[in-house]
């Protein structure tokens, strides 16, 4: 986390708190669910699709778009492709999440 500058404090502040979160007792899992960035501009694990934090959390990273890396600002024609492509995700857990949280511009994104 913080290699450039979409990935700075709040990426490190999420990691942290997703950690924390799956500290909890009453908490079974935390998923940090983020697009999948295969680049040789960037850090080999941002290409990777699971990255274990805790016994509890993870890092999951979906693919949409196209592999290399985009500035955040960049995503918006490739945020249906996302959705579509962390719903497949979810439903290969046999489980859907008990809440979803969102960030950014693109946090309320409401597809077609």
């Not at 009453?26 to 680049?39: A, F, G, K, P």
Request: charged share 30%; proline share 4%.
């Amino acid at each position: 986390m913080g290699r450039d500058s979409d990935t700075g404090g709040q990426t490190l502040y999420v990691v942290e708190l997703a950690q924390a979160l799956a500290r909890r007792p009453e908490i079974s899992r935390v998923d940090l669910v983020t697009r999948r960035v295969v680049d040789p501009m960037v850090d080999a694990t941002y290409g990777e699709r699971f990255e274990r934090l805790s016994s509890k959390a993870a890092i999951i990273r979906i693919d949409c778009g196209p592999a290399g890396y985009m500035r955040k600002e960049e995503l918006w024609d490739h945020l249906d492709s996302f959705t579509d492509n962390a719903l497949a995700f979810f439903r290969e857990q046999h489980r859907l999440p008990t809440l979803i949280h969102s960030h950014y511009a693109d946090g309320g994104y409401v597809g077609n």
